[in-house]
């Protein structure tokens, strides 16, 4: 009975997952849903990621949080369109919030969608939202061995972004072990290593978001 | 229809959590539901905990992880009894998972026991276990911003552990404006500065718990 009623909420969900895709298919948007653990640094990337591509594609951002317009508010001195959905204690986005969202943002002048999802590396994990790419960014202080621990996310991602490597000489994290443990569970997966601090890595992993936005065209 | 389903699976824990309570009462044992983001430091202050009042009190833990033995086998290496809860991709502990655990426990030689929940900042405080005390803990690197995003947490919790202030030196993080918010938020709240990396502030806050176990007896 509780395992029919989750099913039924998340192929509802894939439903207007798929509307959202051929929204922004139509409109020529590539979008991007990124999750982490609470600070990790989402917000942070997406601010470099901005300043990194913005001479060439036009972005727009929708922030994903329990509370609060904080990100949003960040996001917005970029000068760039941005929607802040508040899920009022939901642990993830759905894609009905996302689609919600797709109505106050001016669809036709965007080429690059950055989404926010919640803090959270357990339940986002379920619920497409229409993105053409899953990433999540993972921090050096949380340690190398959440993969061990959040599985499932590892492997569903497309791309795995480790942040605040400044912070390696300060902690314990041994990143060829975690690159070996996290490509042996998702041989597909692209790693990147970055510091949203430093700007360190940012300049690769923009490339290859672009070139990934390209390579749909 | 979706709502009363909610309310309904939470008042099934609750009843499970008040028996698991009174177990715990009957047998002396004082619980902590130990609550963090991944990552943020909470087997770590759990050996640090077993370190410090080990030789007054007999301690035993109980691990909650989506998957994996990696913190149950960190905390066997002090060898206190510990069990590992494995939630199999469920976000939070419950009542009836700690319950089983409970059945795995020498009860009558236990005075202190600490409940690891699984990295998640907003699915477990829900869910009450049983517990005596409710510590979240929060790390430096993850930003001072956390209590805009996750109210939730902050107000429901009777103490904030800040960790990881061995990294202030390298980070952005105002102590002073983050204790002023989460005051602001829980009047009641009590807030420790620790690094479990250094040992700093450890006995502080090993000192607090061992007084709360003792004024309820």
């Known amino acids: 009975m509780k395992v029919s009623i989750v099913e039924s909420i998340l192929s509802a969900n894939d439903e207007i997952a798929l509307q959202n895709k051929q929204m922004l298919d139509a409109h020529g ?3 991007i849903n990124i999750l982490a653990a609470p600070g990790g640094g989402k917000t942070s990337l997406i601010l470099r990621t901005i300043d990194a591509l913005r001479h060439r594609l036009r ?40 689609r919600r969202a797709l109505g106050q943002l001016p669809l036709a002048d965007i ?14 994990v379920e619920f497409k939202l229409g993105e053409d790419l899953n990433v999540m960014l993972t921090s050096v202080p949380e340690g190398d061995d959440k993969p061990y621990k959040y599985p499932g996310i590892f492997v569903a991602v497309d791309a795995v972004v480790i942040n605040k490597i400044d912070l390696l000489p300060y902690v314990r994290f041994d990143i060829d072990a975690f690159r070996k443990l996290v490509l042996g569970m998702n041989p597909d997966v692209k790693i990147f290593e970055v510091s949203c601090e430093t700007g360190q890595g940012i300049d ?6 672009a070139y990934q936005r390209e390579r749909k065209r």
Chains 1, 2 share one sequence.
């Open 204 to 209: 690769d992993w923009a490339e290859w978001v």
């Open 29 to 31: 948007i590539y979008a």
């Open 59 to 98: 972005i727009a951002v929708i922030e994903g949080d329990v509370a609060s317009t904080v990100d949003a508010d960040l996001v917005a001195t970029k000068g760039v369109p941005v929607v802040q959905i508040n899920t009022g204690g939901q642990c993830h986005l759905e894609a009905q919030m996302v």
């Open 111 to 124: 080429d690059l969608l950055l989404i926010e999802n919640v803090g959270n590396l357990i339940c986002p």
